[in-house]
């Protein structure tokens, strides 16, 4: 079994930082591509950032490009998002998952993951 978990959600004033780890358990040797995702009020799930199996290779949803950094550390099988100049359309339950088989593609959708956390909430205040 594989287990996500992840931390580190809250309430920010707009303009600032947050920092997101996501710390896996279990038969991790079957866990290759890790990313994050975000489920806005009323809206659909949608991708954030995803970084391959071989930590080579990182992409990000366009709205977050050179404000989110995604990273990783195998030798203890978190991954981080790291979340810079937020704004309130930030808002979101953000969602740690991670795949069986490495998927290597650059813009995942939700059913390309098997493995998920419970989700934490960030609130960017105006």
């Known amino acids: 079994q594989v287990q996500l978990v992840e931390s580190g959600g809250g309430l920010v004033q707009a303009g600032g930082s947050l920092r997101l780890s996501c710390a896996a358990s279990?038969?991790?040797?079957?866990?290759?591509?890790m990313g994050w995702f975000r489920q806005a009020s009323g809206k659909e799930r949608e991708f954030v950032a995803t970084?391959?199996?071989?930590?080579?290779?990182?992409y990000y949803e366009r709205s977050v490009e050179g404000r989110f950094t995604i990273s990783r550390d195998n030798a203890k099988t978190t991954v981080y998002l790291q979340m810079n100049s937020l704004k309130p359309e930030d808002t979101a339950v953000y969602y740690c998952?991670?795949?069986?088989?490495?998927?290597?593609?650059?813009?995942?959708?939700?059913?390309?993951?098997?493995?998920w956390g419970q989700g934490t909430q960030v609130t960017v205040s105006s």
């Open positions: 998952a991670a795949t069986r088989s490495p998927r290597t593609t650059s813009r995942p959708a939700p059913q390309d993951y098997d493995y």
């Open positions: 279990g038969r991790t040797f079957d866990i290759y591509d």
């Open positions: 970084i391959w199996w071989t930590g080579l290779n990182t």
